[in-house]
């Protein structure tokens, strides 16, 4: 039994990038978004093209145009345009 609940674990453990929040910014120009997690801001700059994972366990993040949303960690955002859409 105690093999079986280390296994899960390490699955569980491996499988965390799986579950993080990723972004795509399909503009020309570079976009940034603000991501706070706990306590700590940080800013994310997306590159033209750049797709990025962040966010594993939740975050707040501020979009170029403003707008904040919370996130759980299993969202893509798009960038287009300027403007940010989760899916």
Known sequence: MNRYAIA???VAIGAGPAFA??????????RTLVVT???????????????????????????????????????TIEITGGQATIN
């Open 8 to 10: 899960f674990l390490l």
């Open 37 to 75: 997690e706990g306590s700590t801001k940080s800013d994310l700059v997306l590159s033209p093209g750049e797709t990025v994972d962040f966010c594993p366990a939740g975050c707040f993040v501020t979009f170029p145009n403003g707008d904040r949303q919370a996130l759980t960690g299993s969202e």
């Open 21 to 30: 929040a990723s972004a795509v910014n399909n503009d020309s120009e570079p």
